[in-house]
């Protein structure tokens, strides 16, 4: 059982208050309940002590859904006997298994997650006697204060599917579009039509702070439902060619492909591969021009690469190539475009010296031209007109985590004093399956490359010149112990170049989680007009392994944070 660790303060007697008011009674139940609910333990995903609130806001679930839903509550000691001391199970089986030992017709897991001084709330609701998929729902409270209108949203939810209730006028106003219903093209069954609401990235303000000299501002974020899995890696592109950017997730054995829809995010696709080779970064483009932009997905073992690329036809996978020796990374080179680029293994380093234009014909490999990328390896650069005069810079980020700018020769033109760019993922070494092992009974030494994080060129600022968004992770300890990297929150910062160095525009307020991959969207300037500046307008997607640190990748679960740029410049004239 969770132990009571919270202080009492005014505050925290103020949320009991108030949550001792709400909670409706039990008397309204139907005389016939439609089935029994067992309740599970709400997990908690914070870095601070949340049993305080996991219990009672489990308690307040209860009661609103046997007064809403006209359920029966299977009783919290009957469900604390089945557990027997053990967590509440996540396989289907298992839970199946509790469900049918408990008499009861659905059991409803859930989850608590803290970001900033947002809380979320998610819940599966499986149902034992029966074929229908498990069905998903969440709602957030932008404050602490503000959890009983989440849970009051929550129960409402569950209340109106499967059960059939339907909320007051004046409970239902949420203003948010709906996802498609069951059987709707392209919709799973039993969706919940609850996006998230907005949640704001710190309570002092604003979730971008203010360099000197640029005026940035942003509307907060928005949050994905959780997912049970470790991100590694996160890209965003057409997979089908109907104009619209669908959202790539993949773990270390498995990618998946998603359609949002406000906050929701709708699966309508996965794979999984072998575990000895794990993924490490995926990206996309439309290089054989089919209106369709392919995954390349590469992966390695502890000694060499095993990269695939697929295709979504609207409802499969197809494979264009498996089992290739190489690894794979769409790159952008100015003035030519995306291009598909290569580097080998060879038998004495991870990384034989040359990364390559590659082209796939018939799901095989042929080597072109080398690219000057100042001797980086395939994930460590951008290529970048930093100055506009015409020729490429090298923006690079090294093993140390120190954000870099080359010429294409390999000259250090800048090194930054501030790490950038730190991930825990790599090549090399041992596999993700062995890291545990690893640190329960020690390790050898076998060598291991981390891959750096995502470098992404935009124009942020409307000088004509591109500038650099990169992630910051925030860690200590990973520049001692290198060997095991662990990444507990972090930042995303957007830079300039001013002719010698790279210097901030802005950066987003401390994210709590490890940030595993980004991506920024289309880049909109509006004009100055009398009286109002330029201002600048884009999206932020941010991939984030909640409170793991992003080590353990198995336990871990991960989620989506959406933030809203809005950039401005100087008042118009």
């Known amino acids: 059982m969770m132990k009571f660790a919270a202080p009492i303060t005014p505050r925290f007697l103020a949320i009991l208050l108030l949550c001792l008011l709400a909670v409706p009674v039990f008397a309204n ?189 942003a509307l907060g974020f928005t949050k994905s439902q959780t997912f049970n899995y470790g991100l590694v890696a996160m890209e965003t592109g057409d997979v089908d060619g109907d104009e619209q950017n669908e959202f790539v997730l993949a773990s270390a054995y498995a990618v998946r492909i998603y359609r949002r829809y406000d906050s929701r995010y709708q699966k309508i696709g996965e794979i999984t591969f072998p575990k000895r080779y794990a993924i490490h970064s995926v990206t996309m483009a439309d290089l054989n021009n089919n209106g369709r932009q392919e995954i390349y997905i590469s992966a390695a073992d502890a000694k060499e690469p095993r990269s695939t690329v697929l295709e979504w036809d609207g409802k499969e996978f197809v494979h264009t190539a498996d089992n290739l020796s190489w690894y794979l990374r769409v790159i952008d080179i100015p003035g030519q475009g995306p291009v598909l680029a290569g580097q080998k293994a060879d038998l004495v380093r991870l990384f034989a010296k040359g990364v390559f234009r590659v082209d796939l014909s018939q799901g095989q490999v042929t080597k072109g031209e080398e690219i000057a990328c100042g001797g980086m390896n395939l994930f460590d650069f951008s290529l970048v007109d930093l100055d506009g005069n015409g020729g490429l810079e090298v923006v690079a980020i090294s093993q140390g985590d120190r954000l870099m700018v080359l010429t294409p020769n390999g000259k250090q033109l800048w090194v930054s004093d501030d790490y950038y760019g730190g991930t825990t993922r790599f090549v090399g070494g041992e ?127 991960s989620a989506v944070l959406s933030f809203p740029l809005h950039l401005t410049g100087e008042e118009g004239k």
């Open 29 to 217: 139940a139907a005389a016939s309940p439609p089935g029994r609910v067992a309740l599970l333990p709400f997990e908690a995903h914070s870095d601070r002590d949340l049993s305080y609130l996991t219990s009672g806001l489990r308690d307040m679930l209860a009661s609103r859904l046997a007064s809403r839903a006209g359920v029966e509550i299977v009783s919290r000691a009957a469900i604390t006997e089945a557990l027997a001391g053990k967590p509440a199970p996540s396989d289907p089986k298992a839970l199946h298994a509790l469900g049918t030992s408990l008499q009861a017709d659905y059991v409803l897991s859930g989850s608590l997650t803290a970001l900033a001084s947002s809380l979320s709330l998610d819940s599966t609701l499986h149902t034992i006697n029966g074929s229908e998929a498990p069905r998903t729902y969440y709602a957030t409270a932008p404050r602490e204060e503000e959890i009983i209108g989440a849970i009051d949203d929550l129960s409402w939810q569950i209340a109106e599917k499967p059960f059939g209730k339907q909320r007051a006028a004046a409970a239902s106003s949420s203003g948010v579009a709906p996802i498609p219903a069951a059987g709707a093209p392209g919709g799973d069954a039993y969706l919940t039509a609850h996006p998230d609401r907005v949640l704001m990235g710190a309570a002092a303000g604003s979730s971008v702070l203010r360099p000197m000299g640029v005026v940035t501002g």
């Open 431 to 557: 596999s993700f399956d062995e890291i545990n092992q690893d640190l329960e009974h020690g390790h050898n030494e076998r060598p291991r490359l981390y891959i750096p994080a995502r470098i992404v060129v935009r124009d942020m600022n409307n000088d004509g010149l591109p500038d650099i968004v990169v992630n910051k992770n925030l860690s200590s300890s990973s520049r001692i112990l290198s060997r095991y990297r662990s990444y507990p929150n972090g930042e995303i910062h957007a830079l300039t170049w001013n002719g010698i160095s790279l210097t901030e525009l802005w950066r987003t307020r401390k994210i709590d989680g490890y940030i595993a991959d980004y991506q920024l969207g289309k880049v909109e300037t509006v004009a100055a007009t009398e009286g109002k500046p330029l201002s600048i307008n884009a999206e932020l997607n941010v991939g984030v392994v909640l409170n793991s640190g992003g080590l353990d990748i198995f336990n871990a679960s």
